[in-house]
């Protein structure tokens, strides 16, 4: 499919006018299914993509295109396993990882594998852990590459093998893995490395290690490891080597600046290097380098969206042609380290059009659609997100994203303040964001609040130990709404608090100490009484109307946890619905506890805060 695009409204798979002013509400199963496409990676010789796709049978199976003659064939394809991360090994090989694991068919159980690009050689390397859901998790839709978290830097292999952090339960170490038969070298490197750049010729070059409490930096010097670093683990600065190019470090560091920045590194008189490569006033610069055959060609990071700095003169002007071409997106580019084609894949999206994968001809500017994440769900029915910052009571101000109902006109909504389910993490990115677009079809307002505690945002307003459970944050939550209401964006009399794990705790908790702004509360897979938390017994007494929802699994602590709050709230008559759901494998393919939960939010909240006009 090629396309000729000049607006945003006409990218991907739009539907008609008379539907996108259509009047029935979306369904519920069109924002929460798996997505259709959710990942690509161009090939280090830029002739081949590998793509994420959702087969017809309901499993993540990975596809390789030939960008040439733009055939494809599905190389990874099974019927009880799903596709998750995926990363290209060399030109010939690709490395990924299998989840949601079902019995009786090709994969025996969750691992790491490599396969050649044409479907062929495939060879189980490691078994993994399957790390636990939520049953209201969906499928991640990720960026354009997928590489071992623990890797950074150039991500060239050895020919058929890799680096890995071999987890023991003493102890870790980096071992080298042949691709082809599974075999593990050991290597020398300081024992307990968690973190490895790798230079242009795929050797580890530095290394990062954890022992007795302190973060340690190590660099290779011909077969020798120097410690050039050392530094408090929990109180590092912010510091994080980045990438090895050219006789370059380079690392992330605060260096007494309240957000972190990028610098070059001196390793020879151990100092960072003046003025920082990078900083981003109100953004810490968190990201990774991306890097062409031997040197570095720009960084990628977030603001209030995916941003990327070229250093690089000739993809500084790629992006600059690709953005004139598709005006109103995030479009991250890559292409193949060591390419000689002209083709660029690009992963392009905003708030209101999920992320689109497409191949790109730099020298005819042809465009060719490998596919999208919701291709059912019209952009010119969603609605628009914008990132403001509002003063609380003591003046500091704090990060949210709003999104207002579409076509609704300017008006107080009834509104919901969504919690990230991570409070530690930053809530909220320009980007499409099916819970919060399916609460605005439903005509409400949603505010995603980054209250104290949240990371991205400077040292200062991460500076809570317990995010989401300090009574700042909480305080926070409650002044968003205020904040919000004097905008003309909120109802204040019709406000609820939602969120999963550590966000649904600090929604309870605001019920608890914030009654007069949160009318009711919505709380899934969250852990009632963390440790240290003193108002864990009070949440009994709670008296506006909650919904508790929990994987049913008299095991988990976070159920136990539950249905004890649960309990003790019928007993005093409270107002509490409680929701529970045994998730099988089938479940993760159909969505249906996730579906499932958000009608029933959809219903708990027309109850408690009106029923609002769409």
């Not at 960072?272 to 570095?296: H, Y």
């Not at 009654?515 to 899934?524: A, E, M, R, Y």
Request: aromatic share 10%.
């Amino acid at each position: 499919m090629r396309l000729l695009v000049a607006s945003l409204s006409a990218l991907v798979l739009v539907t008609s006018n008379a539907q996108a002013q259509a009047a029935s509400p979306i369904p519920v199963e069109q924002f929460f299914q798996r997505p259709d496409t959710s990942g690509a990676a161009i090939s280090p010789d830029g002739r081949s993509i590998a793509i994420r796709r959702l087969s017809p049978h309901g499993r993540m199976m990975l596809v390789v295109l030939d960008t040439e003659t733009q055939k494809s064939r599905a190389v990874a394809n099974f019927n009880n396993a799903d596709i998750e991360q995926f990363f290209w090994l060399s030109d010939e090989r690709i490395g990924f990882t299998t989840v949601n694991i079902d019995h009786g068919g090709e994969v025996g159980q969750t691992g790491l594998y490599a396969i050649d690009r044409d479907g062929s050689n495939r060879t189980m390397l490691r078994a993994t852990i399957d790390r636990p859901r939520s049953f209201a998790d969906g499928y991640q839709i990720k960026y354009d590459f997928f590489g071992p978290t623990s890797f950074d830097g150039f991500p060239n292999w050895p020919k058929d093998e890799m680096y890995v952090i071999s987890q023991y339960l003493d102890h870790s170490e980096m071992v080298r893995l042949n691709t082809r038969t599974g075999r593990i070298s050991t290597i020398r490197a300081p024992s307990e490395t968690y973190h490895t750049l790798l230079d242009a010729d795929g050797q580890p070059r530095v290394v990062v290690a954890r022992r007795n409490e302190l973060m340690r930096s190590y660099f290779r010097d011909g077969d020798s490891w120097n410690e050039f670093d050392s530094r408090d683990f929990n109180n590092n600065d912010g510091y994080k080597p980045l990438l090895y190019a050219e006789g370059q470090l380079y690392v992330r560091a605060r260096n007494q600046r309240d957000e972190a920045g990028v610098y070059r590194y001196d390793i020879q008189n151990r100092t960072l290097q003046q003025p920082a490569m990078i900083v981003a006033p109100g953004f810490d610069t968190d990201g990774r380098f991306i890097v062409g055959e031997r040197k570095m060609l720009g960084y990628r990071f977030n603001t209030d969206a995916a941003t990327t700095v070229w250093f690089d003169p000739a993809m500084k002007a790629l992006q600059q042609q690709i953005d004139e071409q598709f005006p109103g997106l995030v479009n991250l580019i890559s292409r193949g380290r060591q390419s000689t084609t002209p083709y660029v894949l690009i992963n392009t999206h905003s708030d209101i059009q999920s992320h689109a994968y497409l191949l790109y001809n730099s020298q005819t500017r042809a465009v060719h659609l490998l596919g999208s994440a919701m291709p059912e769900l019209s952009p010119q029915r969603m609605s628009s997100m914008n990132m403001e910052r509002f003063a609380a009571r003591d003046g500091r101000m704090i990060p949210v994203f709003v999104t207002l109902p579409k076509h609704a006109g300017k008006q107080p909504f009834a509104t919901v303040l969504l919690n990230n389910r991570n409070m530690s993490e930053r809530n909220g990115l320009w980007d499409w964001n099916a819970e919060v677009q399916f609460l605005a079809s439903r005509g409400y307002a949603v505010l995603q609040v980054s209250p104290r505690g949240s990371s991205g945002f400077g040292a200062q307003h991460a500076q809570s130990p317990a995010a989401g459970q300090t009574p700042d944050a909480i305080t926070d939550l409650a002044d968003a709404v205020q904040w919000a209401a004097k905008q003309g964006y909120t109802d204040p009399a019709r406000v609820c608090i939602a969120g999963g794990g550590s966000g649904g705790h600090a929604a309870l908790k605001s019920l608890l100490h914030q009654p007069q702004v949160f009318k009711c509360g919505i709380s899934w897979s969250a852990l009632v009484t963390p440790r240290s938390d003193p108002d864990s017994e009070r949440l009994q007494q709670l008296r506006q109307p909650v919904l508790l929802a929990y994987d049913k699994d008299g095991e988990r602590l976070d159920y136990q946890q539950g249905r004890k709050l649960y309990e003790a709230l019928q007993a005093q008559q409270a107002p509490v619905q409680w929701l529970d759901y045994t998730t099988t494998v089938e479940d993760w393919k159909t969505q249906r506890p996730r579906i499932d939960l958000w009608r029933r939010i959809e219903a708990f909240l027309a109850t408690h805060i009106g029923q609002p006009t769409n």
